[in-house]
T-cell receptor
Framework: GQQLNQSPQSMFIQEGEDVSMNCTSS?????WLWYKQEPGEGPVLLIA?????ELTSNGRLTAQFGITRKDSFLNISASIPSDVGIYFC??????????FGQGTRLTINP | GAVVSQHPSWVICKSGTSVKIECRSL??????MFWYRQFPKQSLMLMAT?????????EQGVEKDKFLINHASLTLSTLTVTSAHPEDSSFYIC????????????FGPGTRLTVL
């Protein structure tokens, strides 16, 4: 089946640092999505990417859709405590189904 | 816009009983909803696709007789876990697809099921 490789699995950083995570796939996809999930909650869409090479920002978050359509990265600048959570990449597969990466767990030390 | 709710947010039940979880799209109509399952420290795994007015489509390995899905209206899908057992304990999350633009999915807040 379709698989996404998301890395790193976890990150422990100091408040104020920048964060970078990425997802890769062996298949081409036309849509890359980045979600954030906080404990006991459902995922919340952060950024959606629909065109290869597209670079999109949402506040301190920036994501890019790789030119090969097989990868994407998410950057968070100047991290703050509320950035803590699990970040998932996802792609739209067949029948509009979402396939998720394994997640990156972000922990921030104040 | 694009708000999805779930009820209940958590439920504890005895082994052998059935539990129903509701998923509602509050400010849009959703012809398609999805049900996911998430175990601790793992990613979301799609269980089934719920289509309004027709039978659900289940992913490989998901027992359709155990996880009954009903999408009776454009704003409500229900998941019933029948004859629940402790191994069914998990976090169940639904999503609804917005039928315009890029068909983005928005997620509910999840339901924590604990089977004793």
């Amino acid at each position: 089946g379709q698989q996404l490789n998301q890395s790193p699995q976890s990150m422990f950083i100091q408040e104020g640092e920048d964060v970078s995570m990425n997802c890769t796939s062996s298949s081409i996809f036309n849509t890359w999505l980045w979600y954030k999930q906080e404990p006991g909650e459902g995922p919340v869409l952060l950024i959606a990417l629909y065109k290869a090479g597209e670079l999109t920002s949402n506040g301190r978050l920036t994501a890019q859709f790789g030119i090969t359509r097989k990868d994407s990265f998410l950057n968070i600048s100047a991290s703050i405590p509320s950035d803590v959570g699990i970040y998932f990449c996802a792609v739209t597969g067949g029948a509009q189904k979402l396939v998720f990466g394994q997640g990156t767990r972000l922990t921030i030390n104040p | 816009g694009a708000v999805v709710s779930q009820h209940p947010s958590w439920v504890i039940c005895k082994s052998g009983t059935s539990v129903k979880i509701e998923c509602r799209s509050l400010d849009f109509q959703a012809t398609t909803m999805f049900w996911y399952r998430q175990f601790p420290k793992q990613s979301l795994m799609l269980m089934a696709t719920s289509n309004e007015g027709s039978k659900a489509t289940y992913e490989q390995g998901v027992e359709k007789d155990k996880f009954l899905i009903n999408h009776a209206s454009l704003t409500l899908s229900t998941l019933t876990v029948t004859s629940a057992h402790p191994e069914d304990s998990s976090f169940y999350i639904c999503s609804a697809r917005v039928p315009r633009g890029y068909n983005e999915q928005f997620f509910g807040p999840g339901t924590r099921l604990t089977v004793l």
